[in-house]
């Protein structure tokens, strides 16, 4: 691990998907943001990371889409973030992490923990493109007074990064994020329009707008499920989409043109067990897409 990395990480008893593969001989760099800080409705995505590697050992991991298994990915797990004080913090760790990780050459992974994470991973890595997976915008202006939180920080990104943002799923937002939203040219496709498109013209219609990028960053909000499938979520909303749906979008736009991908939301303090498995299967689905388009120069 880069020198200016060490001590950034507290080991977990377990790692994801039972990883031993080291941060030298890793593609993909994961790590844990268990923060809740600024979490409106319901806490406990601080618990995410842990729960996810706990049930990573009770999951098999072959994808049939890909023909390969995330045990033959080389994915390095360094741990959980420590720096964890307040949001600003958090966005400057995960920023300092995903640029080392980056100069090394390797892919950062972020699993939350909130959503805010994704500021930070996107300020580092200055991708051509950003799309996001969420239920919400995440773009009002401020929430409850505050101006870096979950419910905002996409607005904090799109003020001070230059990457076109694509987002994916959405179906609750105000008003005020639509109108921002507009007006800055953020592409939005929402639960029905993927349902009326169908998930082949969805995914082709995303591949088609993300062709001149050289460089993608993927954000998974665990929200962007329906309720029926992902229950154990910070901010659940109904009308969402279906697993298989989401797992064919993600393949289709997944490849080796992805410098970051994160996970977020997910809150075990609700999960009967059945969350966590599909928060793991779109993890390790996404992973391999990436690594398959790797193989393959795509
Ligand atoms: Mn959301
Ligand atoms: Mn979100």
Redesign the pocket.
């Known amino acids: 691990m880069p020198t200016e990395l060490q001590g950034m990480f507290r080991q977990p008893p377990v790692s994801m998907f039972g990883s031993t593969c080291t941060f030298e001989e890793c593609h993909f760099a994961l790590f844990g943001v268990p923060f809740d800080g600024t979490s409106t409705y319901r806490r406990g995505s601080r618990y995410a990371p842990t729960e996810l590697r706990r049930v990573s050992e009770n999951v098999e991991t072959y994808s049939f889409r890909f023909r390969m298994a995330v045990e033959e990915i080389p994915l390095c797990d360094m741990g959980d973030l420590t720096r964890l004080g307040d949001a600003e913090e958090v966005v400057e760790a995960v920023s300092e992490v995903c640029r080392e990780v980056n100069q090394a050459g390797k892919v950062p992974v972020a699993v939350g923990g909130?959503?805010t994470l994704?500021f930070g991973a996107v300020s580092a890595l200055k991708p051509d493109a950003v799309v996001?997976m969420?239920?919400?915008?995440?773009m009002r202006d401020e929430y409850m007074g505050v101006k870096l939180s979950?419910?905002t920080?996409?607005r904090r990104l799109t003020e001070t990064v230059e990457a076109s943002v694509f987002m994916v799923g959405i179906r609750a937002v105000c008003r005020e994020e639509l109108e921002y939203a507009s007006e800055r040219g953020i592409q939005v496709v929402t639960s029905m329009d993927v349902r009326e498109m169908g998930v082949k013209k969805a995914s082709s219609k995303l591949l088609e707008t993300l062709s001149d990028a050289d460089s993608v960053y993927v954000?998974i909000?665990l929200?962007v499920l329906d309720p029926a499938y992902a229950p154990a979520v910070g901010?659940p909303e109904a009308e969402g989409l279906e697993t298989w749906v989401l797992l064919e979008l993600l393949s289709s736009i997944l490849d080796g043109r992805v410098v970051g991908l994160d996970l977020?939301?997910y809150a075990p303090p609700y999960d009967d067990g059945s969350t966590a498995v599909q928060a793991l299967k779109l993890l390790y689905e996404s992973l391999i897409a990436v690594e398959a388009g790797r193989c393959s120069g795509r």
Do not use: G, L
Request: charged fraction near 30%.
């Open positions: 909130e959503h994704t996001c969420d239920a919400h915008m995440d979950h419910a920080f996409m954000s909000d929200d901010n977020c939301e």
